[in-house]
């Protein structure tokens, strides 16, 4: 049997790379930058360069490669077609045909949170179970959906985008996709943000968020966990609206586990009991008491799925 796999998440600023062995071993991880001039050009190449010198400084033949898995930040088809990732730049082109030109080995392909979704169910906080949703809050919100261990990514490549779900009609601000009153508005760490400055541009309440410079996510969980009652509202809020979205997920999906992973978990504790509050408030009663966790992978999540589409 083929010993080794690669493992690639295609990011925005870097590319990170990890070779790993068939059993799920980790042996060494790298990044390069993302070259997204001229839409992108040179990224496909920049792989390919990188993974041939890794297989040479290594001494490993191509022969003993099961395969490259790779995540995509956008839709993807389910034959490899990219249906636009503006982040690097690409428009429509199949992603597998384009590698296979330039390296001929087995190359699957899959959407970023999807496969870090797959990577925490590997190897991560879903380990363990077959039924995982995960999100991610960062500076946005992303998700992915798995079922009895396979990636649900629908029939555009959109399946487990959770960031836009509506979860507000009364919104008046665009979200960066186009809508108004997506969950990404809300639980994002951009969102978090936003919501506390309007909270407080609309009291009078003392907070001492009011005197924190360049205001974060983590300083309204770190006043929150302080009992600063404008930050314990924001909080709570996140925790309604994400514990509601993920309560509808449940009806759907029915996971044995949430996984919740981005930078905003890393507030730990206060975050999750939060959510999990609302949603067994809005639960139905078959679902109501799915285990949430938190990811354990962090940024490495996506070279994790990716080396597991493969396998």
């Given at each position: 049997?083929?010993?080794y796999?690669?493992?690639?998440?295609?990011?925005?600023?870097?590319?990170?790379?990890?070779?790993?062995?068939?059993?799920?071993?980790?042996?060494?991880?790298?990044?390069?930058?993302?070259?997204?001039?001229?839409?992108?050009?040179?990224?496909i190449?920049?792989i390919?360069?990188?993974l041939e010198?890794?297989?040479?400084?290594?001494?490993?033949?191509?022969?003993?490669?099961?395969?490259?898995?790779?995540?995509?930040?956008?839709?993807?088809?389910e034959?490899?077609t990219?249906l636009?990732?503006?982040?690097?730049?690409w428009?429509?082109?199949?992603?597998?045909?384009?590698?296979?030109?330039?390296?001929?080995?087995?190359i699957?392909?899959?959407?970023?949170?999807?496969?870090?979704?797959?990577?925490?169910?590997?190897?991560?906080?879903?380990?363990?179970?077959?039924?995982?949703?995960?999100?991610?809050?960062?500076?946005?919100?992303?998700?992915?959906?798995?079922?009895?261990?396979?990636?649900?990514?629908g029939?555009?490549?959109?399946g487990?985008?959770?960031?836009?779900?509506?979860?507000?009609?009364?919104?008046?601000?665009?979200?960066?996709?186009?809508?108004?009153g997506c969950?990404?508005?809300?639980?994002?760490?951009t969102?978090?943000?936003?919501?506390?400055?309007?909270?407080?541009?609309?009291?009078?309440?003392?907070?001492?968020?009011?005197?924190?410079?360049?205001?974060s996510?983590k300083?309204?969980?770190?006043?929150?966990?302080?009992?600063?009652?404008?930050?314990i509202?924001?909080?709570?809020?996140?925790?309604?609206?994400?514990?509601?979205?993920?309560?509808?997920?449940?009806?759907?999906?029915?996971?044995?586990?949430?996984?919740?992973?981005?930078?905003v978990?890393?507030a730990?504790?206060?975050?999750?009991?939060?959510?999990?509050?609302?949603?067994?408030?809005?639960?139905?009663?078959?679902?109501?008491?799915?285990?949430?966790?938190?990811a354990?992978?962090?940024?490495?999540?996506?070279?994790?799925?990716?080396?597991?589409?493969?396998?």
């Amino acid at each position: 049997m083929k010993e080794y796999i690669f493992g690639i998440d295609i990011g925005g600023t870097t590319i990170k790379l990890g070779l790993f062995k068939n059993d799920g071993k980790l042996l060494d991880k790298w990044e390069i930058n993302t070259r997204k001039e001229l839409n992108g050009k040179y990224i496909i190449q920049d792989i390919v360069s990188t993974l041939e010198e890794k297989l040479k400084n290594k001494n490993i033949i191509k022969d003993d490669i099961m395969g490259i898995g790779i995540g995509v930040p956008g839709p993807i088809s389910e034959d490899g077609t990219v249906l636009m990732c503006v982040n690097i730049g690409w428009g429509v082109f199949n992603v597998v045909e384009e590698f296979q030109k330039l390296i001929n080995l087995p190359i699957k392909v899959s959407n970023d949170a999807n496969v870090a979704a797959l990577g925490e169910m590997w190897q991560g906080g879903g380990k363990g179970y077959e039924n995982v949703v995960m999100i991610t809050l960062g500076t946005g919100v992303g998700g992915g959906i798995i079922v009895n261990s396979k990636v649900i990514s629908g029939s555009h490549g959109a399946g487990g985008e959770i960031g836009h779900m509506n979860v507000s009609n009364n919104e008046t601000k665009m979200c960066g996709c186009g809508n108004k009153g997506c969950l990404e508005q809300y639980a994002s760490a951009t969102g978090i943000v936003r919501t506390a400055k309007e909270l407080l541009s609309n009291t009078t309440s003392s907070s001492r968020l009011r005197d924190v410079q360049n205001l974060s996510s983590k300083d309204i969980f770190d006043a929150a966990k302080n009992e600063d009652e404008l930050a314990i509202k924001v909080i709570d809020d996140l925790g309604d609206k994400l514990g509601t979205a993920l309560a509808h997920i449940s009806c759907i999906v029915d996971p044995e586990v949430f996984v919740i992973g981005g930078g905003v978990a890393n507030a730990g504790d206060i975050l999750i009991k939060t959510v999990q509050k609302y949603f067994r408030k809005n639960a139905f009663h078959a679902s109501i008491d799915t285990r949430f966790e938190l990811a354990k992978l962090g940024n490495d999540a996506g070279i994790y799925g990716a080396a597991k589409l493969i396998l």
